[in-house]
């Protein structure tokens, strides 16, 4: 497949790194010198130039692209683009914006702006935020089969109970799948057999039923952390900080926002009704205790800076709050905060490129999370004729697919099914699945 | 030192109005000649001298440069004004004209200008309070009192937004005079034209006056209201929807049937309700009006003040009244407690019985609903529902923000937020009401010891802020049988200015004594 990346900033890149070894990638961007620097990192063509302008777009070969992915910094732009394509292509376009009202335009007109697919960066991080927010001691949570099973990643506490035992030991719900381990210290899962160990301090993901993944949580967590956040306090009012404060909002949760700038701040007062608002400087240690943020189950650092977001984030956690979730704008960084004490740190840009995969992968892949940077993936897939598993059970089907893969779960209709060895897949179930990098481009033919 | 405002522009647009209000003169003026009963000469003299003197003032100046401190000037010059020119029918009418006309009525009480202008400014402001001593068609003729109604008529929705409907060199800077007319919170725009928003306004109260006009005269050929004939019927519709409160009866609305009663009650229940929401409403919307916060204020105000005096009423002690027994009749107590609640609160004035004469507790309860006043965008007066609302719930933020001095959190009313500049307006707005009420109750409790009889507190309070709040009367001798008749006339002009600067929400009419308004 041919697909046209205009942007080669933070998420085109990243867009373009995941997708270059199975695609042809073309790359446009104004900035020559990074067209340059992204076409000696990746197997890309670059073209430099206005994605804008027609003569650029043909030069890039938009008539023979099945996919355009607009992801500049400038959202108008990114609009402008796949309209102008649409004048010539009929390729499928994918445009990235930070403004809701162009989302609710869009969902509310389809193919509003020429656009096939619209991503909202901030609406996704403020997405996945309060799905963590929603889980205790979650790392990340992402629904899949319109929210009938859950894929989630766990921190494993050192008091845990579950710490020291196998997988075979610590399985003991029957609506949940352990699909792999990341050990402590690395970023890679590993498929997780029957006599894995879960150290402390490793994680674990798990795929289920919501309530199973939240009887779990529970289990993970001793018991003593076993209700849902209630006390959440979003610190700086960037536009996904709001959103965050919004959505909780919708949960039937009074967020408290603290914002500095008083004129922000007066902004949010009269756009998030649900949320109590304070202007002061959330960096403040004196204000936090007097705002008794030590007593919060959860704090959202999401100050528009990756500096200000960690500190906030550390000095909430130092002065007592239970859990903190920071915003982090550059995606080197995420390692780092989460290596620091930050709890969970989300990449709104890396949100955004997972969000953009999932339209540009093998047709039949429906839904896609990528867990650590990009060693594995979860897919969704539904199960056509033509797939290893048709007909099959999951043990005869598991022997012609590589090692690297775990069916999770599987859906058939409205019914969750509980994939065992002896599980037969049928045409047009939904199979929720975690796949190794190295095995994906086999794995997707073969489903 | 050269003046800022182009006063001229302003007196020619009041002159416009004075021209022009010799069209609703024209209505007496039939009935007079319908009646035959005198009062012809004094309509025909003062349509004479409005339109010579209005056509004079027109000549002053350019209308074109209204902009919105002439806007003040115009509105608040308009309402003084046709006060004055809508009581030289009752001067006539008492004196005569040397040599041409005999005096229709020579024992009207109206003789004295300062009573004919208070009369007259009670009318336009839709206060209601009355200094006519003897009401009844042996001192007035039939056109007099009519005038009389129909100055509220005309008063109720504004004499200005009446003037930006149908004339057109106002379609420009109409809005600004509207909001001058009606400052409130909550004025809107119900089409893109200013002129057809106020075409809207007025054709809604016109409507609604003329169902209740029909409904009124039903009763009486139905047989439910013996003494509401045609007459009668028009002349309470005039009032009611104007929150107005005249009667050409004595015993005010006493004088009625139980049956007549009721009907006028959800009459003056919407004559105090947003006519912006009542279009709305009429128009499809029933959401705008259902779901407004005021309006579900308003609806609990009245609600729980007639609540209240139902139960004072029923349990009360025995009162020594024309209408029969009230305690212990549960239909006569409800009757009377929706009433005096429906018509104090929305500031209109009727009296179903004389409410003078009621236990303490009842009549406290009553003093208090002098001062919360209609909806915004109704024809009601005092401070407002709204205004009270939004204290409320500032107040509230302010108990918020004392625990959490960094709280930022806006006054909503219905998911709107507000801005501060609003509510701090609503603050001033009330400050300067509540000294208006002090200076002018201390004024006439002084001024009153000249007269024969002695005011008690509660007389001379409520006196002040009936007038203030142009809800018309008020406890004992201003009672709602009672008159203003006996207070002294530098009294009744400091009443005439409160009922005046009430009308027009204070503010608009203060400016005009400000250095800063008329230099630079």
Redesign the interface.
Known sequence: MRVLIVGAGEVGSSIAGSLADSHEVVVVDRDGSRVESLQYDQDILGVTGDGTDLAVLDEAGVEAADVVIAVTDDEETNLTICATVKTTSDAFTIARVEQTNYLDTWQAHEGAFGVDFLVCTDLLAAETIVRIVGLPTAHDVNPFADGRVEMAEFDVPEDSPVAGQTVAEADRFDDLTFVAVIPTGTDTPEIAGGDTVIEPGARVVVVGVPSTVRAFARALCNGDRLNEAEDVVVIGGSKTGELTAELLGDRGLSPRIVEVDPERARELAEGVPSATVLSHDGTDPEFLTREHVQDADVVVASLGTDERSLLAALLAKRVGAERAIAVVEQPRYVELFEAVGVDVAVNPREVTAEEITRFTRERRAENVAIIGSGGAEVLEVEIDDESVLAGRTIQDGAADLPSGVVVGAITRGDELVTPRGDTVVEVGDHVVAFVQADAMTEVTSKL | MSLRVDWRASAALVGTVVKWLSVPLLVPLGVSLYYGDGGLAAFVVTIAVALVVGSAMERLGDVENIGSREGFLMVAGTWLAASLVGALPYLVAAHGIPGVAAASAPASTLANPANALFETMSGFTTTGATVLGDISFDTHSHGILLWRQLTQWLGGMGIVVLAVAILPELSVGGAQLMDAEAPGPGIQKLTPRIAETARALWLAYAGITAFEVLLLYGLHIGGYAPNMGLYNAVAHGFTTMATGGFSPEARSIEAFTGVVQWVIVPFMFAAGTNFALIWQALTGDLDALFGDAEFKFYAGVVGTVTALLAGLLFAGPTLEVVVGPVAGEAEVSLRHAAFQAASIVTTTGYASMDFAQWSEPAKYVLFLAIFVGGSAGSTGGAVKMVRWLVIIKSLKRELFTTV?P?????V?LG?R?LDEAGVRGIYAFTAVYVALFAFGTVFVAIDSSRIEETLSAIEVMSAVAATLGNVGPGFGMVGPMGSYLPLTNATKLVMVVLMWVGRLEVIPVLVLFTRSYWQG
């Open positions: 959490h960094e709280a930022v959190r806006p909503r998911g937020a």
